[in-house]
Structure formats: structure tokens, C-alpha cells
């Protein structure tokens, strides 16, 4: 039997209809063999997590071009509390200032990815950490 | 394999109605892990209605799905919906993009939307959809929704699944011996033509309709709906229609007859896998290539105590 593939949410949130970014790195993913579940645009971080916990999620990956990063990154990380699924590996990506990126770690988001960041260190996180996480949960 | 302990836990939350229990359920049901689960489980199912929704890529199935959903949210029922999306037959990876369409159910404490990856599954569904279904069964949906692949012609598993099958066309896809064809044609209970305001639509109803009136039928002849799946229109039409057909298939005591063939199909679907599991095993043992491939099947068989 082979291993069970590690399933992504790629999401999308608030006022931000720009998903290229996004599509990049869900196509990367698929292309190294997870199983990616797109949102699409325009979520809430409640619909994320929700979509995450139906989806028996490994990783939220979240994409953000808008400048409102330091709002819709804590909203996510505080619903995934609320919600019982602080161990669901949440990371993101965007145009976000070094200062900000070292903020949204301190307050638990896992790594941030900024513009230039190489596909294959962006799998490779998730393959590490979400690998942590299959052993956690089985 | 998952312990004992592991598995109390996870049905004591599935008791208890928590959505992560059943996500992780179906999560042990993809890695073959389930049976424990659906044993303990199984004998809670059979009361959720299962419609079957296929039809080729780019038809609206998602579209319609969003809609049904709404439609069965106004008369108060749960709702599960099961979405599969091809995987990679290359990486393996899968791209699951049906619930863009399903966004404003997200959070709906009453819909519970799972996207599958087919995992190299034929026939338009992934190994693990029956289960999953049963899971949502058991978990207390009233209505089981199943979105099979962007089907082509011939992927008609969902039949076997599902109480009722929806297969949707879309205007301009092909002449009219298309619907005469053999395959996904013959498997609908209702036919949707969906996009019903392009202007090629009639022409696809006329043709479907006199498919259905030179077709030998038993006592169901398949209806046919118009939708535009994007404003609702022609969704209530869509709902009348399965009901109509629920109450066909509880007066005619076609369900009994359909629950014994999905039954029987599970049995072959879980027997067949666990054989093709160990011939698996037994031909990586078997490295020899010697004598044509029979030889080397007779061989495989005679090995796991098989003799034809």
C-alpha cells in the first residue's frame, strides 16, 4: 500500500482576487504528489478551517496580496484553536514585510514564503512538517 | 494499522458528532484502514437518499451540487457531499477544486463537503466513495450527494452507489447519435441540460427526448430536466424529479433490489482488492520472467493456494 498523500489547503481570504501566486503553488504541490484542495477567493478564515477539518487537512497554506496579512493571519490561527486543530500545519505566502513575516511566527504561523521563494523549498517545508504531523495524528 | 484504542477514541467523537471524527474516518477508509469502522458503524446507515451526480467536465456539476444543497437546506435536511477529482496517474498528486463552487456552505454546521483524489480508481469515483458515503450516512445526513469525476462516457460506477443519478449534458456537445450511445446514457434516472439559456440547449432536449421515447424502459422512464444551475432556475423541477423518483423506487420495492446490488458490488469491490493486494505481493516475489504471462498468472494463483 502506498502512503497516503498528504492533503493541502491552498486558501485564499478576504479582499484579494489575486490567485495566480496561489494556482503556482497548488499546481507545484499536485505536481509533487499531495493532494490540493483549492478554496478559491474571497474566504473567511472561519470557512478556511472549516475546509481544513472536512478535508482532514495536514497544512493550510494561505495566500495573501492584499496588505492584510497581519489581520486574516492571527484570524486563522485563532479559529484553528477554537476549533480543536492546532496542529494543522499553517503556513503562507505574499508580499509581506521581514518585521511582519517575524510577528506572524511569533504569533504561530509556521513559515511565511515571500516573492522569490523557490517551489522546491516551499515542498520541501511541507513534506518535513506535514510529515511531522502524519506521525502525529497517524 | 491503527490500535484498538485509537479507533474507540475516534467512534466515542463520531458519537459525540464531531465533524473532525468523521473527516478522519474517511481519511482511515482512503488507506484501506476503515473496515473496523464501517463494521462498527454499518448497522446506523441506510437511512440517508444518496443522489448520484455525473456528467462530463465543465457540465456545472459543482454548480448544480451548490444548487441541491441549497435547495435541500430550505427544507431543513442535512446534507453530505462527496466531490471526486482525478489524481495524477504520474505524481499521484491531485488538484481538488469542486468546492469553489460550494463556498457559501462552508459553514453551515449542516453540510459537510469532502473532495476525494481518485487514487488511480476507474469508473468515475475513488475506491473509498462508498465508504465515505456510508460514513455520512451513519453520521446522521439526510441527503448523501456524490460528484463523480468529470465523467467521459463510460465512467458509470456511480450507479451502483447511488439511489437516484443525475447525469447533466451541456448544450453543443456533439450530434444527435451521441445520446444514442451505450454507457453513462443509459445509467440516468433524470437527465439535467444544464446551461439552458445557450441557444443550442432546445436542440439537445429534443434529441435526449426522443432518445428516451425509442428506448426500452422498465417501469422508470428517465425524466428530463432544464437547468441554469448558476441562477437556480429549473432547480426546484431538478428536486421534484428525484423525489418523484425516491417514491418510484420505495413503492416499486426497486430499493431493496438496488441496496442488494450495492451490496453485492462493495463485497466485489473490497474481495477483489484485497486479491489484487496479494497477487501484488506475490509477483514481487515472483521475479522470474520466464514462460508467457498465463504460465505466470497460473503460477501467481497456484501460489496463493488459488487453482482455477
Known amino acids: 500500500m502506498r502512503a497516503r498523500p498528504l492533503r493541502i489547503i491552498v486558501a485564499k481570504a478576504g479582499l484579494d482576487g489575486h490567485d495566480r501566486g496561489a494556482k503556482v503553488i497548488a499546481r507545484a504541490l499536485r505536481d509533487a504528489g499531495m493532494e490540493v484542495i483549492y478554496t478559491g477567493l474571497f474566504q473567511t478564515p472561519e470557512q478556511i478551517v472549516q475546509t481544513a477539518i472536512q478535508e482532514d487537512a495536514d497544512g493550510i497554506g494561505l495566500s495573501i496580496l492584499s496588505g492584510a496579512h497581519m489581520t486574516l493571519f492571527p484570524l486563522v490561527v485563532e479559529q484553528l484553536k477554537a476549533q480543536d486543530a492546532g496542529d494543522v ?50 | 494499522m491503527k490500535g484498538q484504542a485509537t479507533i474507540d477514541a475516534l467512534l466515542r467523537d463520531f458519537d459525540a458528532s464531531k465533524p473532525r471524527a468523521l473527516a478522519r474516518a474517511i481519511s482511515l477508509s482512503e488507506s484501506g484502514l476503515g473496515a473496523p469502522l464501517i463494521s462498527a458503524l454499518y448497522a446506523r446507515a441506510g437511512r440517508a437518499t444518496t443522489i448520484g451526480l455525473t456528467g462530463p467536465p465543465g457540465v456545472g456539476k459543482s454548480t448544480l451540487s451548490a444548487a441541491l444543497v441549497r435547495k435541500a437546506r430550505t427544507l431543513g435536511k442535512k446534507v453530505g457531499v462527496i466531490s471526486v477529482d482525478p489524481s495524477s496517474p504520474f505524481t499521484h498528486g491531485a488538484l481538488l477544486g469542486d468546492r469553489i463552487r460550494l463556498t457559501e456552505h462552508f459553514t453551515d454546521a449542516d453540510v459537510f463537503i469532502r473532495s476525494m483524489a481518485s487514487r488511480g480508481h476507474l469508473g468515475g469515483l475513488a475506491g473509498a466513495t462508498a465508504d465515505a458515503a456510508l460514513l455520512m450516512d451513519a453520521f446522521g445526513f439526510d441527503v448523501v450527494l456524490i460528484e463523480t469525476v468529470g465523467a467521459g462516457q463510460s465512467e458509470v460506477e456511480i450507479a451502483e452507489l447511488a439511489q437516484t443519478t443525475i447525469v447533466a449534458l451541456q448544450p453543443g456537445s456533439g450530434d444527435s447519435v451521441q445520446v444514442l450511445k451505450a454507457g453513462i446514457m443509459e445509467i440516468a434516472d433524470v437527465f439535467v441540460v444544464n446551461k439552458s439559456d445557450h441557444p443550442m440547449a432546445n436542440q439537445l432536449r429534443r434529441e435526449i427526448r426522443s432518445m428516451i421515447e425509442i428506448a426500452a424502459y ?5 425524466e428530463l ?35 442488494r446490488e450495492a451490496f ?36 501467481v494463483l497456484r501460489s496463493l493456494g488459488i487453482r482455477e
Do not use: M
Not at chain 1, 503556513?91 to 511569533?106: C, H, S
Not at chain 2, 466485489?268 to 498465463?294: F, N, Q, T
Open chain 2, 264 to 299: 453485492a458490488h462493495q463485497v466485489r469491490h473490497i474481495a477483489a482488492g484485497r486479491i489484487g493486494d496479494l497477487v501484488e505481493r506475490a509477483l514481487d516475489a515472483d521475479a522470474s520472467i520466464d514462460g508467457d504471462p498465463y504460465a505466470a498468472a497460473a503460477r
Open chain 1, 89 to 138: 500545519v499553517f503556513f503562507g505566502g505574499g508580499t509581506i514585510p521581514p518585521e511582519d513575516v517575524a510577528e506572524l511566527k511569533r504569533l504561530g504561523v509556521r513559515e511565511i514564503f515571500t516573492p522569490g521563494a523557490p517551489l522546491q523549498e516551499i515542498v520541501d517545508f511541507i513534506e518535513r512538517e506535514c510529515g511531522k504531523h502524519r506521525e502525529l495524528v497517524g
Open chain 2, 225 to 259: 430536466v432544464a437547468t441554469q444551475a448558476l441562477t437556480g432556475d429549473g432547480i426546484d423541477e431538478l428536486w421534484a424529479a428525484i423525489e418523484r423518483h425516491a417514491v418510484y423506487l420505495n413503492e416499486s420495492g426497486e430499493i431493496e433490489r438496488r441496496r
Open chain 2, 218 to 222: 422498465g417501469a422508470w422512464v428517465p
